[in-house]
């Protein structure tokens, strides 16, 4: 059973347009949701995280959306460029980032320039 | 910001042998770290968990006899392949967390592992 799921598998996006990755979860004690980026070679670097106490949070072009009653949250990267290439992951856990974390499934993001 | 080094980053090996790596936090004593298996283009798939001190917690479906981990201290979590053998290959990744406050967990670079 996947508890965490993530769309789309891939995106293509041009350079300065908006890129949209969206989750969903199921298990309500998740209490932190972050966000990894990963460029090939190279581990996941977090990107920004949030809590179910806030529904929006932003840094700089990196926003996450998120909405508690769906059970759903969303990274939006704003003015996209060519090196926010990478794959990015959703995740979440309970008690913090220092509990397991469950992974989503990745998209692998391209932006033209 | 939180720094986790793994070394090696890559390593090739013969069929049979056994494979150490090891996962460093270099600014914050980790309390906690996970290790983790990733395949191509597919998610990480979390292998165990250590605890500085204790045995670590494996989860189902992984080995612990071929893959053993040691959390000897507060800043070093060792993974031992054990025996390796060709399906084996993968990317391996640690990640360590201080285990108190809002801190999230922080990656290591990866071990690629290429079993011949």
């Known amino acids: 059973q996947q508890q965490v799921k993530q769309s789309p598998q891939s995106l293509i996006v041009q350079k300065g347009g908006i890129s949209i990755i969206n989750c969903a979860y199921e298990n309500t004690a998740f209490d932190y949701f972050p966000w990894y980026q990963q460029f090939p070679g190279k581990g996941p670097a977090l990107l920004i995280a949030?809590?179910?106490?806030?529904s929006e949070k932003k840094e700089g072009r990196f926003t996450i959306s998120f909405n508690k009653s769906a059970k759903q949250f969303s990274l939006h990267i704003m003015d996209s460029q060519p090196g926010d290439s990478a794959t990015y992951f959703c995740a979440a856990s309970k008690n913090s980032g220092y509990s397991t974390l469950t992974f989503g499934k990745g998209t692998m993001l391209l932006v033209s320039p | 910001g939180a720094v986790v080094s793994q070394h090696p980053s890559r390593v090739i090996c013969k069929s049979g042998t056994s494979v150490k790596i090891e996962c460093r936090s270099l600014?914050?004593?980790?309390?906690?770290m996970f290790w983790y298996r990733q395949f191509p283009k597919q998610s990480l798939m979390l292998m165990a968990t250590s605890n500085e001190g204790s045995k670590a917690t494996y989860e189902q479906g992984v080995e612990k006899d071929k893959f053993l981990i040691n959390h000897a201290s507060l800043t070093l979590s060792t993974l031992t392949v054990t025996s390796a053998h060709p399906e084996d290959s993968s990317f391996y990744i640690c990640?360590?967390?201080?285990?108190?406050?809002?801190?999230?967990?922080?990656f290591g670079d990866g071990t690629r592992l290429s079993i011949l």
């Open positions: 949030i809590r179910p106490d806030v």
């Open positions: 600014d914050f004593q980790a309390t906690t």
């Open positions: 990640s360590a967390s201080p285990g108190t406050g809002d801190q999230p967990q922080h």
